[in-house]
């Protein structure tokens, strides 16, 4: 016999349930539909009643799949599961954006809750999903969308509320992580390792949306909307990956104490007070929080206030890590619809969003790490450093190294502070320079710690 504390006696438990539909059985969804059966009892055990699978969505259902399942779980319709009275929440699972839009919106409208991992969803088209959840008084939860297996989704929205948050920086891409750490470790260009990535499977065989940035900045977006309650357009913020990076930069950033990382920034000035929101390749020194994670592990650091700096490191994909987070919303949702009451926190945390638009690329102050290539011989970086100077760029350091070849050597400088207009105005005539014979190289800096 169980003995112990219980937090309500509620003889009606013994009969209530929690159903739950699956869109998709992909590498998520199986996680998940695995949790939803195998660990039924322990779950039940936990909530005080089961959490039960009715059906799951797929285009095929004879699909090979890592695990197996009662076939009778299987539906090739959608509206088997959206819209459907037997069915308290959707668990959407499929990815893609058009579709799965309609099928959550028809889920919402229908007083179904919804459970997603689709950041690209929820980026593109935030706004509408989450305002029809409100009107309809249902949930839409979305912890497995941001940095997979890391509940911060949860941490922002709750545990962190109080708090003005002064800035957020995330390495969300495990993808790109994986290849600059091999970059970094083992000296590979940027090809050979996306290579590898792709061959022990962190990389898709289309790489683009994780190495050209899209999806960390879809990851970005919701994390900004937590933080400031500003749902950004993707096209008013800066994003660039890291397909233009060269072991030569990244062995220059390590010459001058500093990592090279795909960084995503939500932070607010705090001399003029505007938002920032941007993801590009930025250098981070050595010491800083961030510049330990490695691998394919994604991680938030997040400044408060009043709590100061806290950082959550974990696994940012994979399908147990992020079937964790999606069972973790089951869970949420399921003990607030018990309790018959509407969502207890909004969505993303504010009881309204705001239309605040960041501060443009070219308006951003930061530090630059620049590579010139140029001809090895007397005055070059005399002209350089006396143009920039006619565009109010100071220079902080100077690294000039032996020729690469009989023509050019790589001239390294990082500056103080200056405005991105500056920057790249100043670039555009440097390198029309004849002594300059290759395109200019640029990292940002990043050096708030
Ligand atoms: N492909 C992503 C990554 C995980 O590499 O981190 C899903 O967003």
Redesign the pocket.
Known sequence: MKTGWCWRKDESVNNFKTTVGLLGCGHVGAGVARMLLVDRNFIREKMGWPLELLKIAVRNPAASRPFDFPVDLFTTDPYEIVGNKDIQVVAELIGGIELTRELVLAALRSGQHVVTAN?ALLAHHGREIFAVAAKNKVEVMFEAAVA?GIPIIRVMKEGLSANRIRHLFGIL???SNYILTRMSREGLDFKTALEEAQQIG?AESDPTL?VEGQ?AAHKLILLTALAYGTLPDLNNIHIEGITALTPEDIEFARELGYVVKLLAISARDETDGRLEVRLHPAMLPKTHLLAEVCG?T?AVLVSGHAVGDILLNGA??GMMPTASSVLGDLMEVARTSRQGSAPRVPSLGWFTLNDEIPRSMSETRTTYYLRFTVADRPGVLAAIASLFAEYGISLAQVIQKSAVDSHSVPLVILTHLAQERDLKAALKVVDKLPAVTAPTRLIRVETRL
């Open positions: 950041k997979g891409n495990g993808t962190y994780d999806d394919s994604n940012g994909a």
